[in-house]
């Protein structure tokens, strides 16, 4: 079992910068590969990046590609998402999420835990 919770946004006007972490609890951390994901209201929830048990691997939305950073310490239980460059469409709920997976998953369906999210406002 493994628990998340996201922490980090805020209301950022476009061009601005915010770090998300996600803290996770469990000793078997390192064993996860995780990801971030986010939804708009009125939208399905679309995947934003993803990164490897290790963190030598990972994959990013064509959408935040070149903006956002995705990066893990095993050693804390972190995963965190650097987005730079934001803009109003990156407006939404992001959430953290653990999958079992051996390599990057890119499918909301194949994550087991979810955080409850962290709301990423971006003003014009």
């Known amino acids: 079992q493994v628990q998340l919770v996201e922490s980090g946004g805020g209301l950022v006007q476009a061009g601005g910068s915010l770090r998300l972490s996600c803290a996770a609890s469990?000793?078997?951390?390192?064993?996860?590969?995780m990801g971030w994901f986010r939804q708009a209201p009125g939208k399905e929830r679309k995947f934003v990046a993803a990164?490897?048990?290790?963190?030598?691997?990972?994959s990013y939305a064509d959408s935040v590609k070149g903006r956002f950073t995705i990066s893990r310490d095993n050693a804390k239980n972190m995963v965190y998402l650097q987005m730079n460059s934001l803009k109003p469409e990156d407006t939404a709920v992001y959430y953290c999420?653990?999958?079992?997976?051996?390599?990057?998953?890119?499918?909301?369906?194949?994550?087991?835990?979810w955080g409850q999210g962290t709301q990423v406002t971006v003003s014009s």
């Open positions: 990164i490897s048990l290790s963190g030598g691997s990972t």
């Open positions: 469990g000793r078997t951390f390192s064993s996860y590969a």
């Open positions: 999420a653990a999958t079992n997976q051996y390599t990057i998953a890119l499918v909301a369906s194949l994550y087991l835990y």
